[in-house]
């Protein structure tokens, strides 16, 4: 199994806050996703070659919180260039329809790119640039 990236990740502005499963316990917080994994920044080194049980916490309607649960391999882990942060990739493992699509969600909500009805969207016949200048 490679363990090169593919699929382009986005950096996120905001701490999304991950979760053990079962544990309820943090575990650190999501520094970059993408439809086939992530980067949790946590204050200690995480184990590799382990299936991790996450969880997101995010607000729902009414002031209800909405779980959003998923399965992870840690790929690889690394001291982070914060004294006493520690960044590991993981891959996520059969990700639900929920998760990906609040992946989507996130790549939408914390990206530049203005919606198509935006009168700031290019025409359609205009090339954008598709690699750079999306998130922070």
Known sequence: ???QRRIQRHQLPYYLNVFN???DRPLGFIGNLSEGG???I???PMMLAQQFEMRLKIPGQNG???HVDFSAMSLWSREDVTPGSYD???ALLEPSLEIREMIDALHHYFSFRPSP???LAP???TPTDTGCCQGA
């Open 21 to 23: 499963r079962y544990t």
């Open 1 to 3: 199994m490679s363990n």
């Open 88 to 90: 590991t990739g993981f």
């Open 64 to 66: 209800r919180v909405r």
């Open 42 to 44: 946590s204050p200690y």
């Open 117 to 119: 009805h935006s009168p």
């Open 123 to 125: 025409p359609p016949s």
């Open 38 to 40: 992530l980067m949790l």
